[in-house]
T-cell receptor, first 113, second 114 residues
Framework: AQSVTQLGSHVSVSEGALVLLRCNYS??????LFWYVQYPNQGLQLLLK??????LVKGINGFEAEFKKSETSFHLTKPSAHMSDAAEYFC???????????FGKGTKLSVIP | DSGVTQTPKHLITATGQRVTLRCSPR?????VYWYQQSLDQGLQFLIQ???????AKGNILERFSAQQFPDLHSELNLSSLELGDSALYFC?????????????FGPGTRLTVL
């Protein structure tokens, strides 16, 4: 079984501040981990993914995430928030060999000018 | 624009009715996934097709069915609709069948059941 917990359904940051969105997962097998972004009235877009190899993953729009097996975490960060980052962010997990992505409940990011 | 198209964008219907949602994947993609997004349940995987064959099933109700046609477009059929079926339905496509392959999401179909 696999599950995802995203801490904080809503996060607000000031423009230029650090963005940190938290994701913890459970998986009985080595996981594939993903972050997606959803802008209003649009579908999801992949930001970054971890499958194997380097645990620090860089994605689009300046985002990155680090896979920490000991902490079962895959937190998303960006050094400096832009107004255009305001959106909902979803963490997802799939156990290696699984056929199903399991999504977290999402975190809505607001950026304050 | 992800390259995945979904029709219709909006659908309003009554309880007990049947509807069909349509998805055209990106050119060259063989997998199609269907997801349901609701306030209650969040984003849930329904079903995956790969090159015309059912590949994986998630939390799909027996009242729901899907298929993928030889031209790789897919349809999701929802029958005996209930109020709780009101949701956003997304289709996604990927080049292969593995979850390591990036999934490209369409803009969704918003279903309202009255």
């Amino acid at each position: 079984a696999q599950s995802v917990t995203q801490l904080g359904s809503h996060v607000s940051v000031s423009e230029g501040a650090l963005v940190l969105l938290r994701c913890n997962y459970s998986s009985s097998v080595p996981p594939y981990l993903f972050w997606y972004v959803q802008y209003p009235n649009q579908g999801l877009q992949l930001l970054l993914k971890y499958t194997t190899g380097a645990t620090l993953v860089k994605g689009i729009n300046g985002f990155e995430a680090e896979f920490k097996k000991s902490e079962t975490s895959f937190h998303l960060t960006k050094p400096s928030a832009h107004m255009s980052d305001a959106a909902e962010y979803f963490c997802a997990v799939a156990g290696a060999g699984s056929y199903q992505l399991t999504f977290g409940k999402g975190t809505k990011l607001s950026v304050i000018p | 624009d992800s390259g995945v198209t979904q029709t219709p964008k909006h659908l309003i219907t009554a309880t007990g009715q049947r509807v069909t949602l349509r998805c055209s994947p990106r050119s060259g993609d063989l997998s199609v996934y269907w997801y349901q997004q609701s306030l209650d349940q969040g984003l849930q995987f329904l079903i995956q097709y790969y090159n015309g064959e059912e590949r994986a099933k998630g939390n799909i109700l027996e009242r729901f069915s899907a298929q993928q046609f030889p031209d790789l477009h897919s349809e999701l059929n929802l029958s005996s609709l209930e109020l709780g079926d009101s949701a956003l339905y997304f289709c996604a496509s990927s080049v292969g069948s593995s979850l390591r392959d990036e999934q490209f999401f369409g803009p969704g179909t918003r279903l309202t059941v009255l």
